[in-house]
């Protein structure tokens, strides 16, 4: 039974891949730098691992 | 993504049989009976413990869900053969930021590790910070280690551990809480906002003694509650 | 998970790729590759994604890491070398379209001019704010209601096109909104490998309070009556004839320098070079690091001047205050001074209030220069004090070293005794306290006059100490750039 605690867990990589990809595209457009943009990463990684703390705490 | 991984804790013999069966419609071979050898078709098959038996060698063998012995309890998330893991290893390994949690396959906590510790080296030059940083930096690159060596023991001891556990107890009260994505995302914040230019991270450093007070405090409640009662003393030290 | 889509799909990818080249010679997959691998680890991030979604919507097991370990080393290895690809390219292409920045001297590229203009009616008072990423901007105040901008985008580029096609994406814009006039020149809209300077020269009606926003540039604001803010990453900051307070909040400066301030300054900047303050009516408050030459002359109310070595603070200050690597001068004071520092050799001159001085290292020179003393506290850890005690001042004085000459110079008034490595000179005769201690160095008291200031012209320094020439002003550096 996969659990929304593994959900989480199995998302994560993805959703960092995918911010990652956007904030270098972003960069490549002209928009903002990446040298400025990357705690982005560190807080979708933070906020990833606190939803599973909390869907943890649920079950 | 090794799928023997996951089925090892749950009999996954139905799903996985219907899936083959869709593929390949006719007496499909899903696999061999590790006891005899067999080929064996959807019907026939079933998973003890993740590994694959004829139905028939399964009942003669008196193989069940059951385990027979602690022994033979399966171990969860520890590699088959504890002998790989060598803690001397890890610690030297540890020295590399996030190399040693990674060889001891916590890859969320091998990132965590990179992030804090970029995190303080770019901090190192800026003005005002004094002494703070550079004793931070010390104390994180030999955490890093010593943590390493806790963790591979642990391993080889076949204990199972939490992918985000550290070498400091919390206190009994703090030890559900969710610290290190908190300090991330209040490091990532942090960043963020100084990179944008809307908070600069050096007028904030200036209250790194608040830092210590906290340390204090959390010290003096693990204190008091040891002091309080023996009861939750062994809840204490569970991670 | 073995049966990801994310193999064959990447397979897919890079047949069309290969077709495409095929098909189309001048469109190389490696070129493809370096610009668009960004949207690659977002189809792969999708993917994943969509392939958990699936999963979990059915019930099924879901993998532990949606990522594995050897994806994500996969996936650093194509950022890698797609990005490399792509400096590789981005690089080439700036030597051969000569757009080559080093140093922030660009090299092969031309630079063209674009004027600028625009004029609106503004009141009385206005608040202006300019916004000018990149660039020089002056302010004068005048007689008119009107906010006049003149000047240039400079635009460097390879030819008139390409310099054309970058000047018309930033427009100069000056809108009225209520008492608030913004001057923008909207440099971000172009991509920052093009280098652009916007250099405007503003009339401003007197009235005016300013506001500059910037990152590298400087400002130079005179003859208002409002106040006068800068925010800028790296900036050089000039002010005259300013009626309200000046905030300067920089990063980095090559120079501050606020002339005729009625209001308060207060100035902040991490790196700064030369910092200039003359005739300050508020109280003047600078905190940072200044390299160069540091020069604050006749400050109204209190000055404080905070660095990570240097805390100095000084009411009504008459004369000048001076600092630079290892030296600190202060002349004409007529309120207390505090100092603590922890390297400077210090000499304070012509004061008749309570002084207290804090040094781990560094020389101490004081003449007061007035026959009213106050209390005197100074103490370093290493080097020579030498007091110019006024001939007809009272004074109840204690000067020790605790390892070093002690020199009495003054007369028979003081007793000199030695103690072990040391001595100390002590004398009274009804006046306030002084207290002078160094732990090793040449402790002298010697008499000096009353004349107020300029103490270098009447006595050469007598420290044996390294002599300190006085530093020559600064002739008014006009710094255009």
């Known amino acids: 039974m996969p659990t929304s605690i593994g959900l989480v867990a199995a998302i994560r990589g993805p959703v960092i891949l995918i911010t990652l990809g956007t904030l ?35 079950q | 993504m090794n799928p023997t991984e996951n089925e090892q804790n749950l009999p996954l013999a139905p799903e996985n049989a219907a899936k083959v069966e869709a ?33 028939e060698y399964a009942e003669q063998a008196k193989l069940s869900e059951e385990p027979a012995s602690p022994y033979a309890e399966p171990m969860v998330s520890v590699p088959k053969s504890t002998a790989d893991i060598s803690p001397g290893w890890a610690f030297v390994l540890g020295f590399i930021p996030g190399v040693g949690a990674i060889y001891n396959q916590q890859y969320a906590k091998g ?91 050096d007028d904030l450093l200036r209250f790194w003694p608040v830092l210590l007070i906290v340390i204090g405090v959390v010290l003096l409640m693990q204190r008091i509650q040891g002091a309080n009662g023996g009861v939750k003393e062994g809840s204490g030290n569970a991670n | ?116 203009s625009a004029s609106v009616t503004a009141g009385k008072t206005p608040r202006i704010i300019v916004e000018n990423r990149r660039g020089n901007v002056r302010l004068v105040g005048g007689d008119s ?30 809108t009225v909104q209520g008492d608030q006039v913004v001057i923008r020149t909207n440099q971000e809209r172009v991509n920052t490998d093009n280098r652009v300077d916007s250099d405007l020269e503003v009339q ?14 400087d400002f130079d604001v005179s003859h208002i009556t409002g106040n006068y803010e800068v925010t800028s990453e790296n900036a050089g900051v000039r002010g005259q004839d300013i009626g309200g307070n000046v ?33 300050v009516t508020g109280q003047a408050i600078v905190a940072g690091q200044f390299t160069g030459s540091v020069d604050f002359r006749r400050v109204e109310k209190l000055l404080r001047f905070e660095s990570e070595a240097t805390n100095l603070s000084v009411e009504k200050l008459k004369g000048r205050a001076r600092l630079s690597d290892g030296d600190l001068e202060v002349e004409d004071i007529l309120g207390p001074m505090k100092l603590r520092s922890r390297s400077k050799d210090v000499r304070v001159s012509g004061f008749a209030t309570p002084v207290e001085i804090d040094l781990n290292r560094g020389d101490i020179e004081l003449s007061p220069g007035s026959s009213t003393l106050s209390t ?71 008499r000096g006059g009353t004349m107020s200031s300029r103490m270098d012209l009447k006595y050469p320094p007598a420290a044996p100490s390294a002599p300190v020439a006085p530093a020559a002003p600064k002739p008014p550096t006009v710094v255009e750039r």
């Not at chain 2, 006719?26 to 038996?53: D, F, N, Q, W």
């Not at chain 2, 995190?119 to 390493?148: H, K, N, Q, T």
Request: charged share 25%.
């Open chain 1, 24 to 58: 270098i595209a972003i960069d490549h457009a002209g928009g903002l730098r990446f040298s400025r943009t990357w705690p982005v990463l560190i807080i979708m990684f933070g906020v990833l691992k606190l939803a599973e703390y909390v869907k943890g705490g649920q």
């Open chain 2, 23 to 55: 593929e390949t419609p006719k007496e499909p071979i899903v696999g061999y009976c590790r006891g005899t050898g067999k080929p064996l078709t959807s019907a026939e098959a079933t998973y003890i413990k993740g590994v694959l038996y004829s139905k």
């Open chain 2, 111 to 201: 990132m965590f590790h990179i992030i804090v510790f970029a995190s303080l080296i770019s901090l190192i030059d800026r003005p005002g910070v004094g002494p703070f940083i550079g004793f931070l930096v010390m104390g994180w690159f030999l955490y890093m280690p010593f943590e390493a060596y806790h963790t591979a023991q642990r391993r080889q001891r076949g204990e199972a551990v939490d992918e985000m556990s550290g070498l400091v107890t919390m206190p009994a009260g703090m030890q559900k809480l969710p610290v290190g994505p908190i300090l991330l995302i209040a490091l990532g914040v942090l960043f963020l906002l100084d990179n944008l230019g809307l908070l600069r991270i």
């Open chain 3, 1 to 116: 998970m073995k049966n990801s889509f994310v193999g064959p799909v990447v397979l897919i990818g890079v047949g069309v790729l290969f077709l495409a080249n095929n098909l189309r010679p001048d469109l190389s997959p490696w070129r493809l590759l370096a610009d668009y691998w960004p949207y690659l680890l977002i189809i792969w991030g999708v993917i994943r994604l969509v392939e958990i979604a699936w999963l979990a919507s059915r019930n099924q097991p879901l993998p532990k890491r949606g990522v594995s370990g050897g994806e994500w080393g996969l996936i650093i290895f194509v950022s890698l070398f797609a990005s490399g690809m792509w400096l590789a390219y981005d690089a080439r292409e700036k030597i051969r379209s000569g757009r080559v920045n080093l140093r922030g001297l660009q090299i092969f590229g031309e630079s063209f001019e674009y004027p600028v």
């Open chain 3, 145 to 174: 209601d009107k906010v006049t901008v003149s000047g240039h985008n400079t635009v460097m580029g390879l030819d008139r096109t390409e310099a054309d096609r970058i000047n018309e994406r930033m427009k100069l814009e000056v």
């Open chain 3, 204 to 217: 401003i009606p007197k009235g005016a309070s300013v506001e500059c926003r910037g990152t590298r540039g």
């Open chain 3, 247 to 279: 905030r300067v909040d920089i990063r980095r400066s090559d120079i501050v320098r606020l002339l005729k301030v009625k209001g308060n300054v207060d100035v902040k900047a991490s790196r700064g070079e030369d910092i200039e303050l003359d005739e």
């Open chain 3, 376 to 446: 005197i506290i100074a103490k370093t850890s290493s080097g020579a004090v030498t007091m110019h005690l006024p001939e007809n001042a009272k004074y109840d004085i204690e000067a020790k070293t605790r390892r070093g000459e002690v020199e009495n110079l003054f007369g028979n008034a003081l007793d000199r005794v030695e103690e072990d490595r040391g001595g100390v000179i002590r004398g009274k005769n009804g006046g306030p306290r002084i207290v002078l201690e160094t732990e090793r160095g040449t402790m002298t008291v010697t």
